[in-house]
């Protein structure tokens, strides 16, 4: 009798949680926080009209929709793109389409970054990537500065926020390019090996094609999406709370104005599918001083200097990022001057 009750159990089956224990709490992501913001504006949004009255709330509102409204198609665009070639396109393509010798692999890693039509965000894991697959750190480092800048998605939005001026996004373009490769060759002359630390991505590596596909698609767009939140306020308050007096005064002086936008391209943090319409925002100050705000942006800020520590080592990033900052900072100015 009793053999016959132990047969009938079910011994695959989990076994009951004990009493008194808790179960494991589920934690709150980026989409619910974004949820419940939608909701709370949706449920206040007779009071927030009311904040709206005043002239200079308009004139915040009224910037800070514009640059998301224009933006916001070129980063899903983006995104999704980045998505398609990070997870379809074997990552072992890279190294075999690369030259051989370093040197030249170095230019070729930043033409390259014209086949990844996306933001900073994805350029990070996909050039550790090709440091795991064999490409030398130099090309890999070249790719990921170049790919953020050059692409065609970034280079269109630069085309459109700058209207009447095309010569804006090749000077971005040739700028841009100028730094990757020269970073490169300076990491291929004075870099170390040790400095950088392998990477890894198992959240992709474990999950099938089209998993893969989705999930890089929601970290990438929750990721540059905030960031282009973010960067569409601070436009936005840049342009109300700080008097028109100072911002022209500062725009004035040729050193200083492109020194701001460059500390200010590194604290915003702007997708660089996106940053080219705040920098439009921007008209008090010169194209070049606005050339060197797109050009650091997509190398050097908040956001990437924080991916680059967790990817590549905080040995690596503390003396990698100031040194592009630089290069970007001289490479931009001069090539403004020329071409602006």
Known sequence: ????????IDWTAPSPPPAGASRPERKIGSLEVLAALLVLLVLFRDQLAGLVDGARMQTWTTVFVSVLVQAAPFLVFGVVLSAVIAVFVPRSFWARALPKHPALAVPAAGLAGVALP??????VPIAGSLIRRGVTPAAALAFLLAAPAINPIVLTATVIAFPGRPEMAVARGVASLAVAVLMGWLWLRLGKQELIKLPHRPELDDLSRARAFWAACRHDVMHAGGFLVLGA???ATINVIVPAAWLQSLADN???SV???AVLAVLL???SEADAFVAA???QFSLTSRLVFLVVGPMVDL???SMQAGVFGRRFTFRFAPATFVAALGIGTGVGAILL
């Open 118 to 123: 996306g933001c900073e965000c994805g350029s």
């Open 269 to 271: 943090s702007i997708c």
């Open 281 to 283: 925002s921007l008209s």
């Open 1 to 8: 009798m009793i053999l016959n009750r132990l047969q009938d």
């Open 254 to 256: 040729a050193v200083l």
């Open 303 to 305: 956001k990437l200097i």
């Open 233 to 235: 306020a601070a436009a």
């Open 259 to 261: 020194i701001a936008l």
